[in-house]
């Protein structure tokens, strides 16, 4: 990464004593230089579980397995290549001929591996290792009324780039990483759960229809920095697909502000009149910008479901460590180590607070679906292993509504994951938490996979794009077109009317693409005058879809 900031910087410097076409030659080369210096921080979480993933393909297992035994050679002929080359005679000539016969070699042996992964198995490569796209494949992916906006943030700039259908451009801002990470952390505060308990608003302050404040000014002057420069290529369009990186993967880019704000940051009204960047557009986030080649793929040849399984939820697992010890359900082993894939400890997992309120939600969903509790896992039923035994192929929703970790979320835990009910030993097929590698291998087909989990960024706005790439890219990768997650725990109210109301949107009869059915649900709840703290964007803005934002095909 620092190598491509280093390079950045001195593109830039040399920018203005360029011509038009080179500068926009320079400018596509780059951008697919910072995707590259992009996936090798995203993509770090689930390159390190690739071994995990591939022992279900004894192909891929030994495509992969030789792939790396080529390339550990190539690295010692290297090592060895510079060592030859601090000695002299001819004994050492001769070596160093020998050696770069045999580097050249390898480089082609490991070029056809690639090659040859790539053919047989893309999506495994799309997941593990994104390869970048040009300028003209995006636009050639990209449907009318589309844009793709992509960031870099090194310390001390900020790169972003935009493209249309038609247009492309690029820029650089000077402002400190930290600078950005100070200013969504603010906003992020003010998003949090509890920010109505921190010197809550007064029932006579909320008769007025005030709610607690939001600091639009700040979610404005974000915005002016880092993506109005670029308004000019996608301010036209109706959807906006966002591959974020740093900092702003905390932020659901909904509650950016596109105007300067009028009125009092603690008004319903003012808040309700503000120009949000929702109220422009369709939003949806990427995980890279590669993805978007492979759904577009998998979505020209997906096939709807023949089946009546139009929707399956898990959800309110039995959590709470002293009740459940009591009942004898939990091993109380101690441990706090991760082996072979397995977390041992699941009493650090039993430890973790219960969810009541996600039965409610996942039964709000399924009659959304008009199915009944039958494809509902409840409780004792909310379990990994059911997760993994259930036929979930014809599956057009999948919810989950638990706890949802990070890496080092729990003591030794090297994957982001879903939690569910803990077993009382843990084994491969059960151990309470469902991780990235393990989701990847499920098989999907769904349109959607919804995972109302708190914990997806950290509660401080702490940047989580590993584990927001992480499980985003699994369960791309096992088959679904789309996942919808939340930034931080959800309004009950909130998130009933959001995720169903984005259901109903899309099942219509005119569906609607799945970012602009979430855009119109967090639009009814906005505009709904009914409570004041409707239009606070704690309340409508907590979801974000990742992946296919549009309508399949």
């Known amino acids: 990464m620092k190598v491509i900031s280093a390079l950045l910087s001195l593109i830039c410097a040399a920018l203005p004593a360029l011509a ?64 030859a080359a601090l ?7 001769r070596t160093i001929a020998a ?103 007064s029932l006579k302050r909320a008769a007025r229809g005030d709610v607690r404040p939001f600091d639009r000014t700040l979610a404005h002057q974000l915005y002016a920095d880092l993506f109005a420069p670029l308004e000019h290529v996608f301010a036209a369009t109706d959807h906006v697909m966002m591959v974020l990186d740093g900092p702003l993967t905390s932020l ?10 009028k009125g009092a940051d603690d008004s319903a009204v003012a808040l309700r009149d503000t120009a949000w960047l929702l109220r422009r557009h369709a939003l949806t986030t990427l995980p890279s910008v590669s993805a978007l080649k492979a759904l577009r793929r998998a979505g020209a040849v997906a096939k709807r479901s023949e089946s009546n399984q139009a929707f399956v939820g898990f959800g309110n697992p039995l959590l709470g460590y002293r009740l459940m010890a009591d009942a004898g359900t939990v091993a109380t082993t101690g441990r706090e180590v991760v082996t072979r894939g397995v977390y041992d400890d699941v009493t650090r997992v039993a430890d973790l607070s219960p969810l009541p309120n996600t039965a409610n939600e996942l039964q709000a969903l399924a009659a959304t679906m008009g199915v009944d509790d ?75 996979v919804i995972l109302s989990a ?52 899309m099942q219509a009869a005119d569906p609607q693409g799945r970012a602009e059915a979430l855009r119109q649900s967090a639009l009814a709840i906005l505009d709904d005058s009914s409570d004041a703290r409707f239009a606070h964007p704690r309340i409508w803005a907590p979801f974000v879809v990742v992946g296919e934002g549009g309508l399949d095909g």
């Open 454 to 505: 708190c914990d997806t960024a950290g509660s401080d706005g702490t940047p989580g794009s590993e584990g927001l790439s992480g499980l985003a890219r699994a369960f791309i990768y096992a088959g679904a077109r789309a996942i919808l997650v939340s930034h931080w725990p959800v309004d009950d109210y909130a998130a009933s009317v959001l995720t169903t109301g984005m259901l109903e949107r």
């Open 99 to 201: 050696l770069r016969t045999r580097i050249a070699e390898a480089r082609a042996q490991l070029s056809a591996l690639d090659q040859d992964l790539d053919a047989r198995f893309p999506d495994f490569r799309e997941l593990t290792n994104p390869a970048a796209l040009s300028r003209e494949e995006v636009q050639s992916i990209l449907r009318p009324g589309e844009a793709l906006v992509m960031s870099f943030t090194d310390q001390e700039f900020f790169y972003a780039w935009a493209i249309s259908r038609d247009q492309a451009d690029w820029f650089r801002q000077e402002i400190k990483r930290d600078d950005i990470a100070d200013r969504v952390q603010a906003l992020r505060a003010q998003l949090s759960a509890n920010a109505d308990n921190r010197g809550g608003v």
């Open 252 to 261: 659901p880019p909904a509650v950016l502000v596109t105007e300067a704000p």
């Open 20 to 83: 038009q076409d080179s500068r926009a030659s320079i400018r596509d080369r780059v951008f697919m230089s910072a995707q590259a210096a992009q996936s090798s921080t995203a993509g770090k979480a689930l390159a390190q579980a690739a071994t995990r993933i591939a022992a279900g393909s004894a192909g891929l297992a030994m495509l992969l397995r030789e792939r790396q035994d080529t390339a550990d050679a190539l690295d010692v002929m290297n090592d060895r290549l510079a060592g």
């Open 374 to 448: 039958r494809a509902l896992y409840l409780g004792a039923n909310a379990t990994e292993a059911n997760v993994k035994s259930a036929d979930l192929s014809k599956a057009r929703i999948l919810a989950f509504a638990t706890h949802g970790l990070l890496v080092d979320g729990l003591p030794g835990l090297d994957e982001p994951a879903l939690v569910f009910t803990p077993p009382a030993q843990p084994s491969a097929q059960d151990d309470a938490l469902l991780k990235a590698s393990e989701a990847a291998q499920l098989n999907l087909s769904a349109s959607l």
């Open 87 to 93: 000695e002299s005679g001819a004994a050492s000539d």
